[in-house]
């Protein structure tokens, strides 16, 4: 997969060297590069802001360097920003998205939400871009404009509001990276996540079997495999109760074993068409 973050400030995005999507990077499992915005500007002091029409607290990213960054960065493929900023300048590579759109990711408050199944679907994909906004965000021309050779994702972390997309692209790519084939050394691991079957996980534990008068639950001792499956899938749902219990909403109970409706049930939730329904009076 190939991955282009443009932003102001290329240095946040250094952990994306660190770990195992740096790791990734090396073993040539994801070609990612970050580019200066700033790069695609023409003026003497490379202005990537301006006043909002309409008046209003804040400045908003103008957009011709955006354009010249994404149209770059798209049909360039370049190997840094330099070599981008070129191929954008000679018009050498044509319109972005010629050859299959790439997916163009504006991380904003006022995106849609981003989601482990996002992450899934979009480590499916050849190219991702990411555009940091900063300041009140990009002039929203861009991404009518973009939209002509992207497939445009505006797409929010969570209902709160950052300074810049920067932390926004450091959480997606770290999310979407580990999803690549090759890059979390045992893909088991991805499987019984928190999210991965719409449930949070069960908790987890290591040795010592006893610490500081806390002892590990016995059954994980007991070695019986599927008793340790059945109570973790209990703690999936009593937890996901506990913390998350939006999540059940949307969850699929036609085909639970009678033990797990009687666990759920425990918890204060029916079973009825398939769905989990919490009882008034739970
Ligand atoms: N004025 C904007 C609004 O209310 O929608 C917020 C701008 S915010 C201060 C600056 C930038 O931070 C945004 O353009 C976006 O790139 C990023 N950002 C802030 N909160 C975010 C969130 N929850 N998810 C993703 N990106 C976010």
């Not at 979390?184 to 069960?202: C, I, K, R, T």
Request: charged share 25%.
């Amino acid at each position: 997969m190939r991955i282009d973050v443009v932003s102001i400030f290329p240095e946040y995005l250094a952990p994306l060297e660190l770990s195992l999507i740096g790791k990734a990077r090396q073993d040539g499992l994801l070609d990612l590069k970050v580019h200066d915005l700033r790069d695609f500007t023409t003026d003497r002091h490379r202005t990537v802001d301006d006043t909002p029409y309409g008046g209003g607290a804040g400045m908003v990213m103008k957009p011709e360097p955006w354009a010249q960054a994404l149209t770059a960065v798209a049909a360039g493929r370049s190997e840094d920003a330099g070599d981008a900023r070129a191929a954008s300048d000679a018009g050498a590579a044509g319109p972005p998205g010629s050859a299959g759109k790439p997916v163009l990711i504006v991380p904003s408050p006022a995106g849609e939400r981003f989601t482990q199944a996002t992450a899934h679907e979009l480590a499916e994909e050849d190219q991702l871009v990411f555009a940091c906004g900063r300041y009140e965000g990009i002039d929203e021309r861009v991404l009518e404009w973009a939209s002509e050779h992207f497939t445009v994702r505006p797409m929010s972390l969570g209902d709160y509001v950052l300074n810049g997309g920067e932390v926004a692209v450091l959480a997606m790519v770290e999310a979407i990276g580990r999803l690549l084939p090759g890059v979390v050394g045992n893909p088991e691991s991805l499987v019984e996540e928190s999210h991965s079957d719409g449930l949070l996980e069960y908790p987890v534990y290591t040795k010592p079997s006893s610490w500081r008068d806390r002892d590990v639950p016995a059954v994980l001792l007991s070695g019986n495999h599927g008793k340790i499956a059945q109570w973790r899938r209990h703690e999936q749902y009593r937890r996901t109760a506990e913390r998350r219990p939006d999540l059940l909403v949307e969850f699929d109970a036609g085909k639970l074993p009678r033990a797990d409706r009687t666990a759920f049930s425990d918890l204060g939730y029916d079973v009825v068409d398939g769905r989990l329904l919490r009882r008034p009076d739970a």
